[in-house]
């Protein structure tokens, strides 16, 4: 299927709007809700088949590593009351890195009902194909924009996963040393050295703390520039649907603290969307067109094998569009 090409007036126009009309859109925030009315507006235009979603979200991807620092600190004050104390702060002790690993990993864990909310929302259309659906693809790109976050500056980026495995050995040496402790009688040197690594935690909350008075991003390129192009897939599939693919444009909230949006969307619709393609737009302004190989910290996970043969073959295709991956 050929398609007439996408306008760069029109999503300039989008990107212009939302980063500088609109500006900063943190979750949970006016900004956010401000450019979810706007997409809504923009969807509701070309006469697509439009649905909203509101939900709880964690207000701050920091929650996740703070709560579990908070954890590990509850264990160093609890640890010196009496054995019952000991055996107890061995089990948050230990419990810590593990809850910081999953989070890393999953943006969730145990403690996520304890963590301080805030209120997010999707904006979601659907395009159905001229003939029979035989099959379904979702295209992503978020609402929301994060704080201008030192660990996210480029200077930092090559210290992001030796201190993310810091971290995690830290957490993990409070745990071990208290669950020795623990064994062994409650020696009392134990607790003693656990508050060396108690300070890198302690140093570790402040860190956090300091990061979250960061300003919000107004967020161009992560990711106004992905929102404006999915709407202009949008505007371009109205006036020529797939022929069998049934095509879902998820424009969601809270991808910077818990991907909640995303999780919402797939609550509602996992049967429907359980053998869709999901393709996730991320920082396409950036000037150059790339998809990912690898993607994670410390724990690496690649994407679906066919999507990657795909993305192999396009750029293969058209070498003038220079992607790679």
Same mark, same amino acid.
């Given at each position: 299927?050929?398609?007439?090409?996408?306008?760069?007036?029109?999503?300039?126009?989008?990107?212009?709007?939302?980063?500088?009309?609109?500006?900063?859109?943190?979750?949970?925030?006016?900004?956010?809700?401000?450019?979810?009315?706007?997409?809504?507006?923009?969807?509701?235009?070309?006469?697509?088949?439009?649905?909203?979603?509101s939900f709880q979200a964690v207000s701050?991807?920091?929650?996740?590593?703070?709560?579990?620092?908070?954890?590990?600190?509850?264990?160093?004050?609890?640890?010196?009351?009496?054995?019952?104390?000991?055996?107890?702060?061995?089990?948050?002790?230990?419990?810590?890195?593990?809850?910081?690993?999953?989070?890393?990993?999953?943006?969730?864990?145990?403690?996520?009902?304890?963590?301080?909310?805030?209120?997010?929302?999707?904006?979601?259309?659907?395009?159905?194909?001229?003939?029979?659906?035989?099959?379904?693809?979702?295209?992503?790109?978020?609402?929301?924009?994060?704080?201008?976050?030192?660990?996210?500056?480029?200077s930092m980026l090559r210290y992001l996963?030796?201190?993310?495995?810091?971290?995690?050995?830290?957490?993990?040496?409070?745990?071990?040393?208290?669950?020795?402790?623990?064994?062994?009688?409650?020696?009392?040197?134990? !607790?003693?050295?656990?508050?060396?690594?108690? #300070?890198?935690?302690?140093?570790?909350?402040?860190?956090? !703390?300091?990061?979250?008075?960061?300003?919000?991003?107004?967020?161009?390129?992560?990711?106004?520039?992905?929102? #404006?192009?999915?709407?202009?897939?949008?505007?371009?599939?109205?006036?020529?649907?797939?022929?069998?693919?049934?095509? !879902?444009? #998820?424009?969601?909230?809270?991808?910077?603290?818990?991907?909640?949006?995303?999780?919402?969307?797939?609550?509602?619709?996992?049967?429907?969307?359980?053998?869709?393609?999901?393709?996730?737009?991320?920082?396409?302004?950036?000037?150059?067109?790339?998809?990912?190989?690898?993607?994670?910290?410390?724990?690496?996970?690649?994407?679906?094998?066919?999507?990657?043969?795909?993305?192999?073959?396009?750029?293969?295709?058209?070498?003038?569009?220079?992607?790679?991956?």
């Amino acid at each position: 299927m050929t398609m007439k090409a996408p306008s760069a007036d029109t999503m300039l126009s989008d990107v212009q709007v939302l980063a500088g009309r609109i500006g900063s859109r943190g979750t949970g925030t006016p900004g956010e809700a401000a450019a979810a009315e706007f997409v809504a507006g923009r969807l509701a235009a070309l006469n697509l088949v439009l649905e909203r979603h509101s939900f709880q979200a964690v207000s701050t991807q920091n929650s996740f590593p703070a709560a579990s620092d908070l954890l590990a600190l509850l264990a160093v004050v609890i640890y010196p009351l009496n054995a019952t104390a000991r055996w107890i702060a061995a089990g948050m002790a230990l419990a810590s890195a593990p809850l910081l690993w999953r989070a890393i990993r999953t943006s969730d864990n145990a403690l996520r009902p304890l963590m301080p909310k805030v209120t997010s929302q999707n904006v979601v259309a659907r395009v159905e194909p001229s003939g029979e659906t035989r099959s379904r693809a979702v295209v992503l790109a978020h609402l929301d924009t994060n704080r201008c976050r030192m660990a996210w500056q480029s200077s930092m980026l090559r210290y992001l996963e030796p201190l993310t495995c810091l971290t995690l050995g830290v957490l993990a040496s409070i745990g071990a040393l208290y669950l020795a402790g623990a064994l062994l009688g409650g020696l009392q040197w134990v !607790w003693w050295l656990s508050l060396l690594p108690a #300070a890198y935690v302690v140093g570790t909350l402040v860190t956090l !703390w300091q990061d979250d008075r960061a300003p919000f991003t107004h967020g161009a390129n992560d990711n106004a520039s992905s929102v #404006a192009v999915a709407l202009q897939i949008a505007a371009l599939l109205a006036k020529q649907p797939p022929a069998h693919t049934q095509v !879902w444009l #998820a424009f969601t909230g809270a991808e910077e603290t818990d991907h909640e949006g995303l999780r919402t969307l797939l609550r509602l619709h996992g049967p429907e969307l359980h053998q869709a393609a999901f393709i996730g737009l991320e920082g396409v302004g950036s000037g150059e067109i790339v998809f990912l190989t690898r993607q994670g910290i410390v724990d690496h996970y690649r994407p679906d094998p066919g999507l990657l043969t795909l993305a192999q073959g396009v750029a293969a295709r058209r070498p003038e569009l220079a992607v790679r991956g």
